[in-house]
């Protein structure tokens, strides 16, 4: 086949509204990330993940140092911002032709949605692995995808999503959401009870094979490695907890998540138009399920019991996996398919209303919602970023006026070990940071400072002001910290923040026990 066929090929297999749907994605993410793309902002971790491999095998992502070279290991924004935009306008176009859209401005709504959705301002504030991340998030919706292609689609689907679980575990909620959703489709709307029975068989069947997939290789890459398991996050660790227990907190927090998250939703016009919005496809389902007879029958209303009582399972898998886990806004970008499915039955189902002045007024309702929702998500994604470049701002003026401390403290030379615990004094700097109401939610661009430990500080001024210094190791620092000529010093900027104690600079920048 030559080249020009092969084009002409793949042309033909991309529909205009497939083109539609990944420009969508692409222009809205512009719209809410080009900020981060275009800027040097990092965050804490960022300042070690200049230049990274990636290799995180003992977290388990045995897959993502792979996945993030594709654009080296070092950190470029704006080469990653593409080829993450590039991977989010795929797994939207793979998205759209999962739910069958009948009309192409739900594809682009949907499409906007998944690429404005605020928890990517926390995928984007660690820029260095946000790329990788986004492939993961597409591998996991094609396994989705290839279930229901053909009766043996769920082999390759499972076969992606243990790679996907290799570069980032998170993202086998956003597939276990996206099954249930589709065996629900079965359930309600079609009758042969066989057929149903296997493509949900099939998607279970998809999820247990990446589950062995991910395993497995796991095992394999610690063996070449030779490492284990960290422990990060719980991961390897024992389970000490009751089965109840961890139902129970599953239960609470997928509750107080999309209640009172503050991503999902918040006061004002994004709130009321999400309402709009859940409101308007609960009745848009409603009507559907009723009119389809759904409501009367056995099986089907096994299934919406079983949807109700997994769904919230689903959405905090990891919760399952690892109760002990820091379940932050990384791991919660499956909320997203919330407004999406929203979106998608009222495409699929509205027109179909009975009453025919609802019926054209539900799309309506649906579009102007859903705009909404969308221009308050890019709102929130550009204050993440404004309070993370404040944060540079306030960290670079702090790390040079404390460096300069430094240089001038007389008998210092640049060989000399520094004793430091690293967290910014309180008292001495109070918060500054206006966002707190938008970003207490999103991980990696609340706050007021980037530098947490002392190896925060050495990657700063190495990286920012060209200058290496020494730090003693981290297992001498408790001896150091108890010490009582490191307990007389005063926090910085205090005349005595620092002083020099057997050929050992001590530096104190907080007072708290």
Known sequence: MTVEAFLMKIKQKISGRDMAVFLSAFAAGLCAHLRIFVSDIPNHDGLSGIYFDQNMITSGRWFLTVACHISTDYTLPWVIGLLSLLYLGLTAVALCRFFGLKHTYSGVLIAALLAVYPSLSSNFAYIFTADGYMLALLLAVLSVCLVERSSKGFLWGGILLGFSMGIYQAYLAFAMVLAVYGACRAWFFKRNVKENWLLTLRYAGMGVLGAAVYYGMLQICLKIQNTELSGYQGIGSENTHSFVSILANVYRDFITHTL??????????????????????????????????????????????????????????????????????????QWVLMPVCAVAVID???????????????????????????FSYILICNVAYFNLEKKFSKTYSYCLRLLDRIEQMEGYTYDMPIAMIGVVSDEAFPSTDLTVGVTDSLLGTSGDYLVYTAQNYKDFWEYYFGVTVQLVDSGDMTEIYESEEYRALDPFPAQNCMVIVDGVLYVKTENKE
């Open 260 to 333: 009172r998250g503050n991503i999902m939703v918040q006061k004002g016009l994004l709130l009321a138009a999400a309402a709009v919005l859940f409101l308007a496809a609960a009745l848009v389902l409603a009507a559907a399920f009723v009119r389809a007879g759904s409501h009367r029958n056995v099986w089907s209303l096994l299934c919406l019991v079983a949807a109700a009582a997994i769904l919230p399972v689903c959405f905090n898998v990891m919760l399952v996996i690892s109760p002990d886990v820091t379940y932050h806004s990384l791991m919660r970008y």
């Open 348 to 374: 699929r189902l509205g027109e179909e209303f009975p009453i025919k002045k609802v019926a054209s007024a539900l799309p309506w309702a649906g579009v102007i919602s859903a705009l909404v929702v969308v």
